[in-house]
């Protein structure tokens, strides 16, 4: 590693720490997925940009980094507990199609909002309906001394492991951590390693158990593939907020079950907070959820989405609004055009060191702090003492971390034509070399004509822009 050294909040001590990995060189890095009965909101979406900010981050400092983030694709209740029906089996009843299919359109749909938001992908995806024989295998491992079983399924009896729920503070902090009742369950914490299908029941996903036909529970499965694909004790787990509370508790009641040991899977658990609206956090099952295919539709390109992202710290609620993101998108705009004309200048300079780059360094390194390294870019991107060439370097050096394609990104891409403009870009470039034309020829008239036309059509011209008249579309 090198620079200034790493400091992560570890949600399980609830404590900044110096972040050291269990093998010199490496970081394996576990992220709880999408569960793929719907298309992924932006408040889903927040939590794989900073991942990839994590990812970007560690590779930046000089780690190889070994990232798996599954997908599920059943299990998971429309309660997030042991109440409600399965997601999945839901969402296929109500479009009348095969979950298999439900699962393979949500995913490609997740994938593309990966691929739009510039979040690398990660070594592997994990489907969770890949894994059934090693989920039953690990159930009957932790069976006889863990769980018991109910006419509804196989349950993790929670007394059975020291200091359950510590991650989500569930001992101290009044109402965190519970789960839906079960009729016939010891604890009301106790959990579902395997539910059966109901008598009569027609489920499209089961599968034989020693408990009968049914279903994993939806904890078993990061537990399973986690330690399959990094080990018993990787270095860091993430996911959001949400999961703090009782997904992941479960989980690690389920790790130390199976080591015999206090070990809770991962040395970093990390939490993203919520994306927030003015009504409360935003989540599927309030309806009405905003993707990013509908940010797209106004014209407001996904890397805009990026860049509010990364202007708010990931351990602070992040308020979702047209007008944020507007501003994000004006921020990311003013970038892209600075950017270009610097590259029409000079190519960019190979950069190891420089006091921007170590202050960059230093604000990443204090527990992911975005804002401040975002300042340190802009700050790299406006300094005209420095030459061209090496404020390209720095640049990229930078991006290479925030992931915000600045080296490449041009104004041209930032114009997304929303769904019902009613021009596209080749006739508002058309128009504008007309207009450019009559005002050569000093014919005002015509020229403010065609601003006023281009004007309706949701076009904002840039006349007094130094880098030459430019043209944007208008987001209201």
């Not at 970038?335 to 960059?360: G, N, Y």
Request: with cysteine; glycine share 6%.
């Amino acid at each position: 590693m090198t620079g200034a050294p790493l400091t992560f909040y570890d949600s399980y001590t609830r404590e900044l720490r110096p972040f050291v990995p269990i093998e010199p060189g490496k970081v394996r890095i576990y992220s709880c997925g999408p569960t793929v009965y719907n298309y992924a909101h932006l408040g889903n979406l927040r939590a794989y940009v900073f991942t990839d900010t994590l990812s970007r981050t560690l590779a930046f400092k000089g780690f190889a980094v070994d990232h798996i983030i599954n997908i599920t694709d059943v299990g998971h209740l429309t309660s997030d507990a042991d109440a409600g029906d399965d997601k999945m089996e839901a969402a296929a009843r109500a479009q009348a199609k095969s979950i298999w299919d439900i699962a393979a359109h949500y995913t490609e749909a997740f994938k593309a909002n990966i691929r739009d938001l510039n979040i690398r992908e990660p070594r592997l995806w994990s489907v969770a309906t890949d894994h059934i024989v090693e989920m039953i295998d690990f159930a009957k491992t932790i069976a006889p001394g863990h769980c018991y079983e109910l006419d509804s399924g196989l349950y993790f009896d929670v007394e059975t492991v020291p200091d359950y729920g510590r991650l989500a503070r569930s001992v101290d902090d009044e109402g965190e951590g519970r789960i839906d009742a079960v009729a016939g369950k010891r604890h009301a914490q106790d959990f579902a390693i395997w539910r059966k299908s109901t008598p009569g029941e027609q489920r499209q996903m089961e599968w034989d158990s020693p408990w009968g036909p049914g279903a994993p529970g939806w904890h078993l499965e990061c537990s399973v593939m986690s330690r399959k694909y990094l080990g018993d004790q990787f270095d860091i787990h993430t996911g959001g907020i949400d999961h703090r509370e009782i997904h992941h508790p479960n989980e690690i009641a389920q790790n130390q079950a199976h080591s015999g040991t206090p070990c809770t899977g991962a040395n970093w658990w990390m939490h993203n907070n919520f994306l927030v609206v003015r009504n409360g956090k935003m989540s599927k099952s309030q309806g009405g959820f905003t993707i990013l295919a509908s940010i797209v539709d106004r014209g407001i390109h996904p890397l805009a989405y990026r860049l509010m992202c990364l202007s708010a710290h990931y351990r602070s609620e992040l308020e979702f609004s047209g007008e944020n993101l507007v501003a994000a998108l004006t921020r990311l705009r003013r970038m892209v055009i600075a950017v270009s004309q610097l590259r029409d200048r000079a190519e960019p300079e190979a950069v190891d060191a420089h006091p921007l780059l170590d202050a960059f360094d230093a604000a990443l390194a204090d527990d992911l702090n975005t804002p401040k390294a975002l300042t340190v870019l802009d700050q790299a991107i406006a300094d005209k003492k420095l030459a061209p060439g090496l404020r390209l370097g720095l640049i990229a050096r930078m991006d290479a971390a925030l992931g915000l394609n600045l080296p490449t990104l041009t104004r041209a891409d930032l114009r997304l034509r929303p769904a019902d403009a009613l021009l596209d870009a080749a006739a508002v470039e058309a128009r504008m070399a007309e207009r450019k034309a009559a005002r050569a020829a000093k014919d005002f008239a015509t020229s403010d004509a065609i601003r006023d036309e281009l004007s309706a059509q949701g076009i904002e011209i840039m006349d007094g822009d130094p880098l030459g008249w430019d043209w944007a579309i208008r987001i209201d």
